[in-house]
């Protein structure tokens, strides 16, 4: 094996999980602040000839657009990142999110010019939701394909921190211009989260301009191991592991978003708890997420992945309605503690381990198509769930047992997914065994 296809040492495995860590925060950045922005102004804004739940539903609606443009940006991204590299498309997948999230920010509302300001959010929504459907496939492959033997959890868990700090970074915008007086904070203040994206947008593309290709693919590159059309293939011949790697991911985007979005929208609307106090309480969860998703995939290192998965799984499955009871005790303390179980340890249990669990499920010829495939439909499923339980809050006077109920179900689908999930190629994600044939290194569960 040649000096240039070595496996990196910990000090070059470190630096490329870092610079993927901050790419993947300006993504999720970018991506929240549309969420927040859905729960709390676009109502107002772009559909105030709705009723209140009629417009937040329609909100919603558009915000969904988002995760159904998901697994189009798996395809596409997945596509040219196993043809032409991981580094490429994470450099395009940055920039299109950016011009995206900027575009958001300088949309004049329904007032201005009538239909046409929901239309122009719709249509940079999906630009939001490509870009992200593209970009978590490459940012994990990179820190998965250069990190060291027996550490891919470890190094694969930072580009997934870049989740719960973009939420960090997102929540603590809004909470910042959230104290602005209601008059303000509809006609401006929301649009500051937004532009200040710009100034992320560059240091991202700074950083990633200076990572190194995966060794993994310059490998397989350079001994003509590409596929020539390996969603096809992923498709044609790991159906399974795709469906498995959705099914399982479905409990993760539904934690999050029904949390993030409907929770919060919920809680401040109907309950009239404070906007600051939900906020501040899924930004204390957030900020924990940054320790235990690292500290999860470290001991999936350990353990296994699947084992610290499952955990995350019951662990939501159990504390579903109990979540949304807490929050409905109107007690602060109370509803900080349901917010952090279930995101500040529930999620990150799953999430942790995600990263090198669904990079080992396929060859590296197609790993960027198969995992982003699973992930993204996934994601579109997941994303979708707060959208359902919106209509059917309307439907049953804002109770909370149908979010309770959603979540739930969602744990159980997860869990039964990932029984069928089989982690093949734990040794092909390095630059020593790449193992572009589709069968190589398949190892007996």
Not at 273 to 284: H, M, Q, S, Y
Not at 383 to 405: C, R
């Amino acid at each position: 094996m040649s000096a240039d296809h070595a496996p990196p040492d910990s000090r070059q495995s470190s630096k490329v999980a870092f610079a993927s860590l901050i790419g993947t925060t300006v993504e999720w950045y970018d991506f929240y602040i549309y969420g927040t922005a859905a729960a709390l102004v676009f109502p107002k804004l772009f559909f105030p000839e709705f009723s209140p739940g009629a417009g937040l539903l329609a909100a919603l609606s558009t915000y969904a657009v988002g995760f159904a443009a998901r697994p189009l940006g798996g395809i596409v991204f997945g596509h040219y990142g196993d043809r032409l590299g991981r580094k490429r498309m994470l450099v395009i997948s940055l920039l299109a999110m950016g011009l995206g999230t900027l575009g958001m920010g300088l949309v004049p509302g329904f007032t201005e010019i009538g239909i046409l300001a929901p239309i122009l959010i719709v249509a940079l929504r999906f630009v939001q939701g490509v870009a992200v459907g593209g970009e978590w496939g490459g940012a994990v492959l990179m820190a998965v394909e250069h990190a060291p033997p027996g550490k891919a959890g470890w190094y694969g868990s930072w580009p997934q921190v870049g989740s719960p700090l973009g939420l960090v970074l997102s929540t603590a915008a809004f909470s910042a211009v959230s104290v602005l007086p209601d008059d303000d904070f509809l006609s401006w203040g929301w649009r500051v989260p937004f532009l200040a994206s710009a100034v992320l947008i560059v240091v991202g593309l700074v950083v990633r301009l200076r990572l190194m290709e995966s060794p993994v693919f310059a490998q397989m590159q350079s001994a003509g191991d590409t596929a020539r059309l390996p969603v096809r293939d992923a498709l044609a011949k790991h159906p399974g592991s795709v469906l498995g790697a959705a099914g399982a991911f479905i409990v993760i985007n539904t934690v999050f978003y029904l949390v993030t979005v409907l929770g919060l929208s919920w809680a401040t609307s109907h309950l009239g708890v404070p906007r600051g106090t939900f906020l501040a309480a899924v930004l204390v969860a957030a900020v924990i997420m940054c320790g235990t998703v690292p500290l999860f995939g470290a001991l999936s290192d350990r353990v296994g992945r699947r084992p610290v998965f499952a955990a995350g799984a019951i662990l939501v499955a159990v504390f579903a309605f109990p979540l949304f009871w807490l929050i409905e005790t109107m007690s602060a303390p109370l509803l900080f503690l349901g917010v952090i179980v279930i995101m500040g340890i529930g999620h990150p249990l799953m999430y942790g381990p995600q990263a090198a669990l669904y990079s080992e499920m396929f060859p590296p010829a197609l790993r960027y198509s198969g995992a982003s495939l699973g992930y993204q439909i996934g994601g579109m499923l997941g994303g979708l769930v707060p959208l359902v339980a919106s209509a059917l809050l309307i439907s049953y006077d804002n109770a909370s047992w149908p979010m309770g109920a959603l979540l739930a179900v969602t744990a159980v689908i997860s869990l039964l997914s990932l029984l069928t999930i089989r982690a093949r190629y734990a040794d092909h994600t390095r630059a020593d065994h790449t193992g572009a044939d589709d069968t190589a290194g398949e190892v007996t569960p």
